[in-house]
């Protein structure tokens, strides 16, 4: 009889863990731009920009931000109160594996006309 190696459910849960914080922050991310739109649409394109800053993209408001820190907020504290406290430093590394791996999707798809200013601030 032949043994196959099984990984551990915990192992499988991680990986898992991975995947929802990757595809949670990719989510988030496009929801919180459709649902705050940027200044200068608030203003009707009427904004002057500060120089280098020309694009609207590169518009940042503080309602986004917030907004992000509350969800990010939340989403920490639920992933948190289901972890028992001898495991929180596997999932502190599968959060981070998965916030790389969400990371890595979006820059693959920027082009070359992508203005990289707006993620470097």
Same mark, same amino acid.
């Given at each position: 009889m032949v043994?196959? +190696?099984? $990984? +551990? *459910? !915990?192992d499988l849960c991680l990986v898992c863990l991975e995947s929802l914080v990757s595809s949670f922050s990719l989510h988030t991310a496009k929801q919180i731009i459709k649902l705050v739109p940027d200044m200068v649409e608030e203003l009707g %394109?009427?904004? !002057?920009? +500060? $120089? %280098?800053? !020309?694009r609207p993209e590169t518009d940042y408001t503080f309602?986004?931000?917030? *907004?992000l820190q509350h969800t990010v907020d939340q989403f920490g504290g639920w992933v948190m109160s289901h972890?028992?406290?001898y495991l929180e430093d596997r999932v502190f590394n599968a959060v981070l594996v998965g916030l790389d791996r969400a990371t890595r999707i979006h820059k693959a798809s920027w082009t070359r006309t992508t203005d990289n200013r707006i993620f470097t601030k």
């Open positions: 043994h196959n +190696a099984v $990984p +551990a *459910l !915990e %394109g009427l904004k !002057e920009s +500060a $120089p %280098g800053t !020309e309602d986004r931000q917030d *907004l972890i028992v406290w």
